[in-house]
């Protein structure tokens, strides 16, 4: 991701305005920084009610979710590419670990979380979720926020822009729920549920 855009929104320091993905075919969708920066919704809520135990939240972003587990007394570990997303996170006093989901992680978490898109890190969801298998338990799960049913699949090329600012551009990837299933299968996981709560939609993939 282009990280001096992402920081200076996440911080607040770009002025008021949406900042927006646009992706190689140029199409463009808004980052609702807001959201992330703000309490939990209730899809939030609905997607923490499936977590009981030591939880990894990849992308953790500036901490909503990661810093509600910590307030709820659940174990949980921030991890975020971003600086600003980490003073953020730290900041609601939950832990947080400035690196990448490829580089050195703990591993044995009960749950693992990749919401807000976050299985697009990297551009290819199946090697992600290869990845993160290797950091749950046996009998762990990891909830993955994905697009709406029919949606479509596959791998993009994206920028983040605000104003007259561009940055680089980086590998994404989209995964509808209706391909989850499959994904999962191909590196050893078991969908357990899908489920939506206001317009998101959300599956939980178990390590066997």
Request: proline share 6%; charged share 20%; net charge neutral.
């Amino acid at each position: 991701m282009s990280l001096p855009l992402y920081d200076a929104a996440l911080a607040e320091r770009i002025p008021a305005g949406p900042l927006a993905v646009r992706y190689a075919d140029d199409t463009t969708e808004h980052l609702d920084i807001d959201r992330w920066r703000g309490a939990l919704d209730a899809a939030d809520g609905a997607l923490l009610a499936r977590v009981d135990g030591p939880t990894l939240d990849v992308g953790c972003g500036p901490g909503r979710l990661v810093g509600a587990l910590y307030a709820a007394g659940v174990p949980a570990l921030g991890l975020d590419i971003a600086a600003e997303a980490i003073r953020l996170t730290r900041a609601r006093g939950a832990a947080a670990l400035h690196g990448s989901v490829w580089g050195a992680v703990p591993g044995g978490w009960s749950h693992a979380l990749l919401a807000d898109g976050n299985i697009g890190i990297g551009g290819d969801p199946e090697r992600l979720l290869a990845r993160v298998r290797t950091l749950l338990r046996p009998g762990g799960s990891v909830h993955v926020e994905c697009a709406r049913p029919g949606a479509g699949s596959g791998p993009l090329c994206a920028r983040l822009e605000h104003g007259g600012r561009v940055g680089e551009w980086f590998p994404w990837a989209r995964l509808c729920v209706d391909d989850a299933v499959g994904l999962a299968e191909r590196v050893g996981l078991v969908s357990t549920s899908r489920w939506s709560v206001g317009g998101r939609w959300f599956a939980s993939l178990a390590r066997p």
